[in-house]
């Protein structure tokens, strides 16, 4: 592996509240390079809210604290609003679950991709609609004049995504997180935004974390696995070593996978052992 | 290649004429809806008419009649005739201007009405101005800052702002602002010595004032327009503003605004450049609520102030048991507060983002 | 401890008696109310102003509403009239006390007239529909497009000051709002299957609006009520300003504020407290119904 992008130790992200404090993230420790870590787990398990931390997005009153949180050698924990604003879309960047709640309801395409290329490559209007209708070729967008010009409301799920991913990366950004990018999509729909994803990925030579409650999705795109539960990271491991997981949990996700070749009678569930909370 | 999705979006010239269509059935529904409550507005105005205890065929031919001019009158005035059709004799009236004479001025109503409106405009415009510039900004920060300091203050401001007497704080900013400080003037539009010295255009003195260059003039104006003016624009900042809060919470929870983060905006270019343009809509047919409000929070203010406008004109007709102005003074209001309530109706539904797809 | 069983017998998951549901449900409800800081305070205010009302007599420091005193008009507050003197020498502190009945009574006849005319019009157009439901709502529309305040002083104008003709005035255009709120909650309930069955069981038509769908509007329209109480109380208080309310020598708080227009530069306290006790009221009417809305419906803003 190259030299790690990214480097998290001991995360610990807690939201206080009126009944005691919730610990959302607990002692969350990877690292990343160039590769794509998968992470994956059921809801409550707290990887939507690291990916939330990795770009201080954590919603007051949540407080994220770690005893390391480096990208590209930089002190996370220490940068000022500016600082990540610089950061935020340039550097690092996020695809979010659903293109229909993600994408300004009243500003056509043009003009959101548009934004990211004027808040960090200090586009001129034409220079921003250049790059703009580039990157809609680059995310096998049709007709990308015409998309252009179109409200999100006017675009199919797919399209949406893939709006979400060209506007996420037109500032070429070497770290990806991705939320459930395919989560809110039909499942033929699914494939073409991961092939997508999956072409500019490598093209770029970029990072990527995909977070996701889907195991085969992302055992299948993905070099490294973590699986949380609880806020806690139980496993890490190579995809394609899915199948000799260690951990109970790992192992009944994998279990609970229904499979078209195997000949089961019943599909198998998860039963959760408290100790794992600990 | 063809993927499923492309199929699906549908460029806008497509939907061109559809949306055409609907919209002119909302205008025509508008319009039949105004019609509508124009004449229940007048049948109640000609309802208020009838119920008074003041005989109107006296008011025409005074108390010392014979019976035949009593019986004259009586049918030149189609008392005579069904209600009905009296009803329809007034709406016709009514859509012609002649809402009959004033008692108190010897003129006729439609002209004093025309005299005054002017005054109340401007009173209700400045309002108004006042309470959007004041109103949207303080809703944008205390939905930013909810739960915070700033939102208590504000959520404060505002609920005075619903539970105090319009005609009290009039006094009272009289008192303080006139009486104490000496920082505005006192009641009228003008000082007394200023009377007629501005050539009347448009009746709005400022415009006046202005157009003929005459600054002083415009200055002194200014300091009688600013109390009542503001204390209305009180009221409407604190309606205004809670709209707003509200409006804006609503949107700070979507999605579109952290992903406007991610890209690297900062927290209140979120908030003003992507949070606040989808509010324009709803919030615009607020402000015009919130005017159509003010043109009758005037009535009150106008008496305080003694400001020469639609309200004060009612109100003295009220007095001087000047039915035809009372009644053709609230024909107008009526009017205009119906117009604009509807035009925002008609307005929210045209611009529905619904209406969309 | 016989407290302690009550409690419990009220707050119990499985009541065994409909009067205990119902006695239950009403106690849940006054404790949220109770615990919730603004409903709270808005109540407290609501409750003041019903003692102000009931015991004025014995409040007022043993000073007449009315009783003259041209000598000793528009005398300072002292330590005899606690809020000074009006115009003609009348204790304020005791025209202010009396002055919360007016309030109180133009309020309660408003919400009297108000409530079931909104219920009526509002359950039949929902439950019924088709072109009874359209002519009901285009009533609806027409009276709430109407601007209240010039429309009671029409009103006055014909009938002559009073506070009768002050509360017909003002609920004529207060009942549109409550009739849209019914209607909304009798078309999200009109067609569930327990009006079905209700309607199997032989139920006529009356007897489901009023015993099955009213019941379910009320709380909407409670908090809605309150919350209108304060525009309410505010447009009486105009009027009485306009010297269309209670008539004198019955005391006023609008009204008083207007005798003391006049006097408002030297003598500010005769305006001033009549004025401030509508705030007050006012206020508290907001509070308790922004409290009681948290407390019923806390999905509106």
Redesign the interface.
């Known amino acids: 592996m190259s030299d790690p992008l990214l480097i998290v130790d001991d995360l610990n992200v807690t939201f206080p509240g009126l009944t005691g404090v919730t610990r959302a993230v607990r002692n969350a420790s990877f690292t990343l390079g160039r590769e794509r870590l998968g992470i994956v787990g059921e809801s409550g398990s707290g990887k939507s809210t690291t990916g939330r931390a990795l770009l201080g997005l954590v919603p007051r009153p949540g407080v994220v604290t770690a005893r390391t949180m480096t990208y590209g050698g930089r002190d996370l924990l220490r940068l000022g609003e500016r600082e990540w604003q610089e950061l935020r879309g340039r550097r690092l960047s996020m695809v979010m679950q659903d293109p229909k709640f993600s994408l300004n309801p009243v500003k056509t395409v043009g003009e959101q991709i548009g934004e990211t290329c004027r808040l960090h490559l200090k586009s001129t209007r034409k220079d921003a609609e250049q790059r703009t209708l580039k990157m809609l070729e680059a995310v096998q967008i049709r007709d990308p004049e015409l998309v252009y010009h179109l409200y999100p409301h006017q675009l199919s799920g797919g399209m949406g995504q893939r709006v979400m991913i060209a506007m996420m990366l037109v500032a070429e950004p070497d770290l990806l997180i991705a939320d459930e990018p395919t989560s809110a999509l039909d499942v033929t729909v699914q494939n073409e935004v991961l092939r997508i994803l999956d072409d500019l990925v490598r093209e770029r030579g970029m990072g990527l974390i995909f977070i996701s409650h889907n195991l085969t999705v992302v055992g299948s795109f993905c070099d490294r696995v973590l699986i949380m539960y609880g806020g806690r990271i139980v496993e890490e491991l190579a995809a394609r070593d899915l199948g000799n997981a260690q951990h109970p949990y790992t192992r009944a996700l994998v279990a609970a996978t229904p499979s078209l070749d195997a000949d089961r009678p019943e599909l198998a569930t998860v039963t959760r052992d408290p100790k794992w909370l600990e | 290649m063809t993927t499923a999705d492309d199929i699906t979006a549908r460029p806008p010239r497509q939907l061109g004429g559809r949306r055409v269509a609907i919209a002119l059935r909302r205008i025509a529904s508008f319009l039949a809806t105004l019609a509508v409550t124009f004449i229940g507005l007048t049948a109640v105005t000609f309802f208020i008419s009838r119920l008074t205890k003041i005989d109107p065929v006296l008011a025409v031919v005074g108390d010392k009649a014979t019976k035949a001019a009593y019986d004259q009158a009586y049918h030149a005035l189609g008392l005579d005739q069904s209600l009905v059709i009296q009803y329809l004799i007034y709406l016709k009236r009514v859509l012609s201007g002649d809402f009959g004479m004033s008692v108190l001025t010897s003129q006729p109503v439609l002209s004093d009405l025309i005299r005054v409106f002017p005054a109340t405009f401007e009173l209700s415009t400045f309002a108004i101005i006042i309470g959007v510039a004041l109103g949207v900004p303080a809703g944008v920060v205390a939905a930013a800052r909810k739960g915070r300091w700033q939102d208590h203050v504000i959520r404060v401001l505002g609920l005075f702002g619903y539970s105090v007497p319009v005609f009290w704080l009039g006094l009272i900013g009289l008192f303080v602002f006139y009486g104490k400080l000496g920082w505005t003037a006192g009641t009228g539009r003008l000082d007394v010595f200023y009377d007629g010295e501005v050539t009347v255009r448009t009746g709005i003195m400022l415009v006046d004032a202005a157009l003929d260059g005459n600054w002083e003039i415009f200055s002194n104006a200014f300091s009688h327009l600013i109390l009542p003016a503001g204390i209305l624009g009180y009221f409407s900042m604190a309606y205004i503003a809670r709209m707003t809060r509200s409006f804006m919470i609503d949107q700070l929870s979507q999605e579109y605004v952290i992903a406007a983060r991610i890209k690297g905006n900062s927290f209140w270019q979120a908030v003003w450049r992507h949070a606040f343009p989808n509010i324009m809509v709803p919030l615009i047919t607020v402000i015009g609520l919130s005017y159509a409000s003010l043109l009758e929070g005037a009535v009150l203010t106008e008496t305080v102030f003694a400001w020469p406008g639609l309200g004060l004109y009612i109100t003295q007709a009220l007095f001087n048991s000047d039915m035809n102005a009372v009644l053709g003074g609230t024909v107008l209001v009526g009017t205009v507060f119906i117009g604009i309530n509807l035009l925002c109706d008609l307005l929210y539904k045209l611009f529905d983002p619904r209406l969309r797809t | 401890m016989s407290d302690t069983t009550l409690g419990q017998w009220l707050v119990s998951e499985a009541p065994t008696s409909r009067r205990q549901a119902v006695l239950g449900n009403v106690y849940r409800n006054a404790r949220a109310i109770v615990r919730n800081p603004t409903a709270f305070a808005g109540l407290v205010v609501v409750a003041l102003l019903i003692l102000m009302a009931i015991f004025a007599p014995w409040l007022s420091m043993g000073q007449s509403p009315l009783t003259q005193d041209l000598a000793g008009r528009l005398g300072a507050p002292s330590a005899v009239h606690w809020f000074g003197t009006d115009e003609l020498g009348r204790d304020i502190l005791a025209r202010t006390l009396f002055g919360a009945r007016a309030t109180l009574t133009i309020v309660a006849l408003v919400a009297v007239i108000v409530v079931p005319i909104g219920l009526a019009v509002g359950t039949v157009s929902g439950y019924m529909g088709g072109w009874v439901d359209r002519v009901l709502m285009?009533?609806t529309?027409?009276?709430m497009?109407?601007?209240?305040?010039?429309?009671a002083?029409?009103?006055?104008?014909?009938?002559?000051p009073g506070i009768e003709n002050a509360v017909i005035a003002i609920a004529l255009t207060t009942w549109p709002p409550y009739a849209r709120i019914a209607r909304s909650e009798t078309l999200a309930i009109a067609h569930s299957d327990f009006i079905q069955a209700a309607v199997l069981q032989g139920a006529s038509t009356w007897r489901i609006l009023f015993r099955h769908i009213v019941p379910l509007c009320l709380s909407s329209v409670i908090v809605r009520l309150t919350l209108d109480m304060?525009?309410i109380i505010?447009t009486a208080?105009?009027l009485g300003?306009?010297?269309?309310g209670a008539q004198p020598p019955t005391p006023e708080w609008?009204a008083m504020?207007?005798s003391?227009?006049d006097v408002?530069?030297d003598q500010?306290w005769v305006?001033?407290i009549p004025?401030l006790a509508?705030?007050i009221v006012?206020?508290g009417f907001?509070?308790l119904g922004?409290g009681l809305r948290d407390v019923f419906d806390p999905k509106s803003?």
């Open positions: 285009r009533i529309d027409v009276f497009a109407f601007p209240r305040l010039v429309l002083l029409a009103f006055a104008a014909a009938l002559g304060a525009g505010l208080a105009g300003f306009l010297g269309l609008g504020v207007s003391g227009r408002i530069l500010w305006a001033t004025g509508i705030f006012s206020l907001n509070l922004d803003a």
